[in-house]
Nanobody, 126 residues
Framework: QVQLVESGGGLVQTGGSLRLSCAAS????????MAWFRQAPGKEREFVAA????????YYADFVKGRFSIARDNANNTLYLQMNSLEPEDSALYYC???????????????????WGQGTRITVSS
């Protein structure tokens, strides 16, 4: 069972940047697509970005295109999310997730992921 631990959250001003990390246990990290989701208070969890198992392809939600960048280091079992030009609307609990099936493309639905971290909170002040 893969365990995921996010870090890097915090308080930042509008226009600022943060880099989230997600450390994964296990030896099969490089076989699975990974993703970031987020959940704001009172709202449903939503897809943010996904990256293919190889790191060669990525996919983003429209609201983060051009501002966020997802990356992975398979040698060190780590997933990243670089967030620039942050806005108050980006305030949320950010989760990393592992795809349920190996060698998958770029899943975007929650039910296509079977392991989740505990989340790291981002607060963007205006």
């Amino acid at each position: 069972q893969v365990q995921l631990v996010e870090s890097g959250g915090g308080l930042v001003q509008t226009g600022g940047s943060l880099r989230l990390s997600c450390a994964a246990s296990g030896r099969t990290f490089g076989n699975y697509a990974m993703a970031w989701f987020r959940q704001a208070p009172g709202k449903e969890r939503e897809f943010v970005a996904a990256i293919k198992w190889s790191g060669a392809d990525t996919y983003y939600a429209d609201f983060v295109k051009g501002r966020f960048s997802i990356a992975r280091d398979n040698a060190n079992n780590t997933l990243y999310l670089q967030m620039n030009s942050l806005e108050p609307e980006d305030s949320a609990l950010y989760y990393c997730a592992k795809a349920a099936k190996p060698w998958a493309g770029l899943p975007v639905r929650m039910n296509e992921y079977d392991a989740w971290g505990q989340g790291t909170r981002i607060t963007v002040s205006s």
